[in-house]
């Protein structure tokens, strides 16, 4: 990648207000959306505005300052706060990284005054922003040692910087190995229902001009059958204890085609999406979203109207089907019951 490119960004911020890049307009139209209160930032993240587990933990934590700004002069200023923190974090309930921001930023203001609530709120948002570019690009080089010569990627859904505070998770590894010469292409699943992969992927690849071909998400299986792919890597929105991942609706139907055809799996994340408290998949929220985002496409029936469906927005794969994560601290291998433990405690060697 060329180093003078601009990373586009998904979050901007100045002193009185955020302003989300409104990712539901993608590829089309860029425009922001500007919040000026808690309550702007929930509904950016409830309706894929802002969307990608780092994306709406950096987009929470500048909520929860936009609502120490509004609760200036209320009574009681610290409990309102600490309900506003509640109602942002539960926006959306699968991705752990909204949750950790909003705790972490709230867990540095309980002794401090109102003014100095409100000044660290926004210190602690630009530094998760400013941090979390380094902490891709780090991702980024670690998924170097993981690849041989020039390879062909899978990848599923938006891991970019649309995804992030800028270079990507899985997106930053196909970066960094495009910057390095070692691309060949990357095959990009369009991702239904909301097409994460087509309007988002597609587009921030193609504004860099790295080589990838988009496909369905019923041709990845074809694609690895042809031998078209040396490897997937996706990303998360949140690991249990021991590897399994809660991702993108598809992603295991991903990972269990790339086990049956023999093709590594790696999964790139930053340890706060590893989630202590959730032992295995069973203790991971699957979100389930609005019927209509399968019934129908920018608004035109592709179904009729009357038909059920099923629309959880993520699945979980199992950790045995995943090679290996790779965060910010290092590839993380498999037993992961134990290596998990490790990595998240800071323990490995
Ligand atoms: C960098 S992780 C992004 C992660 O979030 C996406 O979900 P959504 O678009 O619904 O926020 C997807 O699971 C990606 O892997």
């Given amino acids: ?95 752990v ?35 979390d570019v380094a902490l891709n690009r780090q991702i980024g080089d670690w998924g170097l040692s993981l690849f041989d010569g020039k390879v062909s990627l899978l990848t599923h859904c938006n891991t970019g910087s649309l995804a992030t505070g800028g270079y990507g998770t899985a997106l930053g590894v196909i970066r960094s190995l495009f910057r390095e010469h070692r691309l060949r292409e990357v095959f990009v699943d369009e991702t239904r229902p909301l097409l994460q992969g087509a309007r988002l992927t597609a587009w921030e690849l193609s504004q860099e001009k790295i080589p990838a071909r988009l496909i369905t998400d019923s041709m990845a299986g074809s694609v690895m059958a042809q031998h078209l792919v040396d490897g997937v890597i996706v990303g998360a929105d949140r690991i249990a204890l021991n590897g399994d991942t809660a991702n993108k609706i598809g992603t295991y139907s991903v990972a269990v085609l790339a086990h049956y055809h023999q093709i590594p799996f790696y999964v790139a994340a930053p340890l706060s999406t590893f989630d202590a408290n959730a032992l295995s998949g069973a203790d991971i929220p699957i979100e389930m979203r609005n019927p209509d985002e399968i019934r129908k496409l920018r608004g035109v029936n592709i179904a009729p109207e009357e038909i059920e469906t099923y629309n959880p927005a993520f699945d979980i794969t199992p950790g045995r089907l995943i090679t290996a994560f790779i965060t910010e601290k290092g590839v993380i291998r498999p037993p992961f019951d134990k290596t998990i433990r490790d990595m998240v405690s800071g323990n490995a060697p």
Avoid at 39 to 62: C, E, M, S, T
Wanted: net charge negative; proline share 5%.
């Fill in 97 to 131: 990284n909204l949750s950790w921001a909003v705790r972490y930023a709230l867990s540095h203001v309980q002794s401090l005054g109102v003014d100095d609530t409100i000044k660290t709120l926004k210190q602690i948002a630009d530094q998760l922003l400013a941090e």
């Fill in 1 to 95: 990648m060329d180093p003078t490119f601009e990373l586009v960004e998904a979050i901007r911020a100045t002193d009185n207000a955020v302003y989300l890049l409104d990712q539901r307009q993608l590829p089309d139209i860029v425009d922001y959306l500007p919040c000026t209160t808690g309550q702007d930032v929930i509904q950016a993240i409830q309706v894929l505005a802002v969307r990608g587990a780092p994306a709406i933990g950096i987009a929470g934590a500048y909520g929860l300052w936009l609502e120490s700004r509004r609760l200036r002069d209320t009574p009681n200023f610290h409990d309102e706060l600490k309900k506003s923190a509640e109602q942002i974090q539960s926006a959306r309930p699968t991705a």
